[in-house]
């Protein structure tokens, strides 16, 4: 374990300098990886681990689009793609990569699959966590661990395919083997994160809970909308609206940003630019301060929990779900995102 200066703060963070693949074969090579939900995560995860040399085994309800998307990935129905449960009594670690929903419906069923000496896996506090609302309590002989890539399902493959990885945090919660650390670690170094740091299944959930709500979707999708109909109210064009507001952040600033950090944004833009955000960055700062801090309070009290939970069990959750996606994708603004997309060059010579 190596420690790294962040913003003053000292932390401890593996890397496969400290760890190798080679040792995380080691460490696993009597190991079964049962993955379990071939959907946001599953795939992801497996391609990499089965990629890295390590045995994989992916469970996903027979039939569906989900088991159709793990055979055109090469698992093979009776070999190494099965029925959950069937896939969880075979692993030795069972990664439980159902969505949250998914996990409370089916864990009376994985529960009694597990054996002892088992490693229970998660990339999300929620299920154990929110116990009181998920009713998921992990038996006394297992090992109960945690890998977070801190990405969507689609960057942990793309960016293992690049080489880059996506930074995960890690986390034990039962060690019943007196394994659980190296189990764990040899995981997260397999499945291609860039670098691992430790967390607890409780700070995990909370941050990810507030984070997906807040900068990462929620919010940067509504003080998206509030700035294009801003443009839009004041007689802008949707094109000249929508680039103004999310084609000139996503394809030239963010990037430039996670290459060198908002400070040196600031210091290579116009100084009207420059004394303009320098400016109204606090503002924006202030004004949302609030909403955040009402948000981890829900986060934290199980709120957002028990909302989700009940919104997602719902028999008509998935047609209720497609009406929201659909209406946000058919808006003016999405819309006009779709053409502008479409007139990118690299888009144009595909037509």
Sequence with gaps: MAQFNFGGTLEDVITSDEFSLQKAREVLKNETIAVLGYGVQGPGQALNLRDNGIRIIVGQREGGRTWKRAVADGFVPGETLFPLEEAAKKGTIIQNLLSDAGQVAT??????????????????????????????????????????????????RNNFLDGSG???????????????????????????????????????????????????????????????????????????????????????????VAENGMDWMFSNCSTTAQRGALDWSPRFRDAV??????????????????????????????????????????????????????????????V
């Design 107 to 156: 864990w009376p069923q994985i529960k009694a699959c597990l054996n002892s000496g088992d490693a229970l896996y998660f990339s999300h506090g929620f299920g154990i966590v929110f116990k009181d609302q998920t009713k998921i309590i992990p038996p006394d002989n297992v090992d109960v661990i945690l890998v977070a890539p801190k990405g969507s399902g689609r960057n942990v």
């Design 289 to 350: 301060t609030p909403v955040f801090d009402e948000l981890y309070q829900k986060v934290t009290s199980g709120e957002e929990t028990k909302r989700v939970l009940e919104a997602n069990s719902t028999p008509d959750y998935r047609e209720k779900l497609d009406k929201e996606l659909d209406a946000l994708k058919n808006s003016e603004m999405w819309q006009t995102g779709a053409t502008v997309r479409s007139l990118r060059p690299e888009n144009r010579k595909k």
């Design 166 to 256: 996506i930074n995960s945090s890690f986390a034990v919660f039962q060690d019943f083997t007196g394994n659980a650390r190296q189990r764990t670690l040899a995981l997260g170094i397999a499945v291609g994160s860039g670098y691992l740091f430790p967390t607890t299944f409780e700070k995990e959930v909370h941050s990810d809970l507030t984070g997906e709500r807040g900068v990462l979707m929620g919010c940067l999708s509504g003080v998206m909308e509030a700035q294009y109909n801003l443009l839009r109210k004041h007689g802008h064009s949707p094109s000249e609206a929508f680039n103004e507001t999310v084609e000139e952040l996503t394809q030239s600033l963010i990037r430039l």
